[in-house]
C-alpha cells in the first residue's frame, strides 16, 4: 500500500476561486489505476494571496493569485468524500520563521511539505535562474541548499522535507561525494532529532536529470538514521498521479525501508509497502 502525498492541482483550468469537480476527480481516477491508495494534495503557499510576501523576489510576487480559504473549504471538502490527506507546499525562508508559522496556522492540515526551492532570490529550479548555478560554484550552491534545509527541520513547521536533493534537476556539476556526505549526514541527524520525514519523489524522473529525489547515497543516510519516508510523484496534472511508484519503492527497498508514512484521517501512520 503507497500513498501519492504530493499531488498539486495546479494547471487545471482553474478561476481565482474555483476548483472544478471533473477536472480533480481525473487525479484520483489515475490514482485509482495506479494503485495508489490514497492523495495527499500541497498547493504550493506561493499561489495564494494570503501568502504574499512570504517569498522573496519578484517570481513569488507575481504568482499570488488564488484564495487560500477557497482551497482549503473545497478540498477539505472533498477529504471528507474519499479520505484525502490535505495539506500545503510551503517555501521556506528563514527570515519569515514566524509569518510562515502564523500563515500555516490559519487552518486545520493534515501534513505539510517543506521546500527549499530559493536560496535568497536564486530558484534552484527556475529555468531562467540556472546562471546562478556557474556563478556560485557547487560547494556553494549545495552548502547553501543544506544549511537552509536543516533550518527547515529545526523550524519544525513541517512533517516532510520535499525533494531534497533538487540542485541536481539541471545537470550540473555536484561537489565532491565525501563533500556531499558531511551535508546529508548533518541532514539526516537534524531530520531523526525532529521526527521529520524525508521524500522520495518521482518528479525528478521527469527533469534532465532524469533521476528520482533523493540518490541513493542520501537515502542510505536517512535509513542509517531512522528517518521516516513519504512517496509523492509531484504530479501538477492527474496524468502524473502515482507515476513511476515502482521504481520510487524499489529504491526504498534497496537501502531497507519497508513502509512509509502516510496521512489518514488527519493522523501519521507508517504504513508497511506489503499491507494490501
Ligand atoms: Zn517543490
Ligand atoms: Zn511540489
Not at 565532491?176 to 551535508?183: D, K, P
Not at 510523484?233 to 492527474?238: L, N, Q
Request: one cysteine or more; aromatic letters at 14%; glycine letters at 8%.
Amino acid at each position: 500500500m503507497v500513498f501519492d502525498h504530493h499531488v498539486h492541482l495546479e494547471h487545471g483550468p482553474y478561476t481565482p476561486h474555483d476548483y472544478p469537480k471533473a477536472w480533480v476527480a481525473q487525479y484520483f481516477e489515475t490514482g485509482r489505476v495506479r494503485d495508489v491508495s490514497g492523495i495527499g494534495l500541497v498547493e504550493h503557499a506561493y499561489r495564494f494571496t494570503e501568502a504574499k510576501g512570504l517569498l522573496p523576489g519578484e517570481w513569488s510576487a507575481a504568482r499570488c493569485r488564488y484564495s487560500l480559504q477557497t482551497y482549503y473549504s473545497e478540498m477539505r471538502h472533498l477529504r471528507e468524500g474519499f479520505g484525502t490527506a490535505l495539506g500545503l507546499e510551503m517555501d521556506f525562508v528563514p527570515e519569515h520563521v514566524q509569518q510562515i508559522h502564523q500563515f500555516l496556522q490559519q487552518f486545520d492540515w493534515d501534513f505539510v511539505l517543506g521546500s527549499v526551492h530559493f536560496l535568497g532570490e536564486f530558484g534552484i529550479d527556475v529555468k531562467e535562474m540556472t546562471p546562478y548555478y556557474d556563478q556560485w560554484g557547487p560547494e556553494t550552491v549545495w552548502q547553501r541548499y543544506y544549511e537552509t534545509s536543516i533550518a527547515a527541520v529545526q523550524s519544525d513547521l513541517f512533517d516532510v522535507i520535499t525533494h531534497p536533493d533538487l540542485p541536481k534537476l539541471y545537470g550540473h556539476p555536484k561537489p565532491s561525494s565525501q563533500f556531499l556526505a558531511h551535508w546529508y549526514q548533518q541532514f539526516c541527524d537534524a531530520l531523526n532529532a525532529h521526527n521529520v520525514a524525508i521524500e522520495i519523489n518521482t518528479a525528478g524522473l521527469r527533469r534532465p536529470i532524469n533521476e528520482i529525489y533523493p540518490e541513493s547515497a542520501l537515502l542510505e543516510y536517512a535509513y542509517q538514521a531512522n528517518v521516516p519516508i513519504t512517496i509523492g510523484s509531484d504530479a501538477h496534472e492527474p496524468e502524473n498521479v502515482g507515476i513511476f511508484f515502482e521504481q520510487a519503492v524499489a529504491l526504498a527497498r534497496s537501502v531497507g525501508y519497508r513502509e512509509a508514512w502516510g496521512f489518514v484521517n488527519g493522523e501519521k501512520r507508517a504504513i508497511p509497502f506489503d499491507m494490501k
